[in-house]
T-cell receptor, first 113, second 111 residues
Framework: DAGVIQSPRHEVTEMGQEVTLRCKPI?????LFWYRQTMMRGLELLIY????????DSGMPEDRFSAKMPNASFSTLKIQPSEPRDSAVYFC???????????FGPGTRLTVL | GENVEQHPSTLSVQEGDSAVIKCTYS??????FPWYKQELGKGPQLIID?????GEKKDQRIAVTLNKTAKHFSLHITETQPEDSAVYFC??????????FGKGTLLTVNP
């Protein structure tokens, strides 16, 4: 397996634009997680899905953020409208079960100008 | 919610020396404590984990100890090598899925 795949790897956009980050989990993994990493706040869990259903979105910072998982092999994290403070590295991770190892993707580095 | 403190934030050692990174957590209900290694430009990768029913776990040059009474756990790396240079994160979880991470330790192993 190729591991967790994320795209794009880098995204530079202007304030107010819509940004969509994409993730393909490891095949067979029922759990998918979205994290944000910044120098100030470290790694934070934004939302997680179980069998394509959002279970806990308490980490989503505000209504500008939304996440979907239309099928078992694809998830998106959307920011609309984007703001400079959204600049961070966004990671997607997947696991077989909640108590199992979480496998992280390479991340998307987002810069909002 | 859970709060995880990690120290030191940077650590520099000579090749062959040992490195120790320490974490404390606040939620006594936490029962799962993984350690992740993050290399530049990559996502975190699990290197070892420990559950609350175990006090120590070892995997070759890496070991983790857990003191539930004091609510702290530590990562020990022996015989460090240059390829051990990376950022290391500890985490704690009481629900197995919701990991709360420490702020990370930048480990530099000097040849």
């Amino acid at each position: 397996d190729a591991g967790v795949i994320q795209s794009p790897r880098h995204e530079v956009t202007e304030m107010g634009q819509e940004v969509t980050l994409r993730c393909k989990p490891i095949s067979g993994h029922d759990y998918l997680f979205w994290y944000r990493q910044t120098m100030m706040r470290g790694l934070e869990l934004l939302i997680y899905f179980n069998n394509n259903v959002p279970i806990d979105d308490s980490g989503m910072p505000e209504d500008r953020f939304s996440a979907k998982m239309p099928n078992a092999s694809f998830s998106t994290l959307k920011i609309q409208p984007s703001e400079p403070r959204d600049s961070a590295v966004y990671f997607c991770a997947s696991s077989l079960a909640p108590s199992n190892e979480q496998f992280f993707g390479p991340g998307t580095r987002l810069t909002v100008l | 919610g859970e709060n995880v403190e990690q120290h030191p934030s940077t650590l520099s050692v000579q090749e062959g020396d040992s490195a120790v990174i320490k974490c404390t957590y606040s939620d006594s209900a936490s029962n799962y404590f993984p350690w992740y290694k993050q290399e530049l430009g990559k996502g975190p990768q699990l290197i070892i984990d420990i559950r609350s029913n175990v006090g120590e776990k070892k995997d070759q040059r890496i070991a983790v100890t857990l003191n539930k009474t004091a609510k702290h756990f530590s990562l020990h790396i022996t015989e460090t090598q240059p390829e051990d240079s990376a950022v290391y994160f500890c985490a704690a979880s009481e629900s197995n899925y919701k990991l709360t991470f420490g702020k990370g330790t930048l480990l530099t192993v000097n040849p």
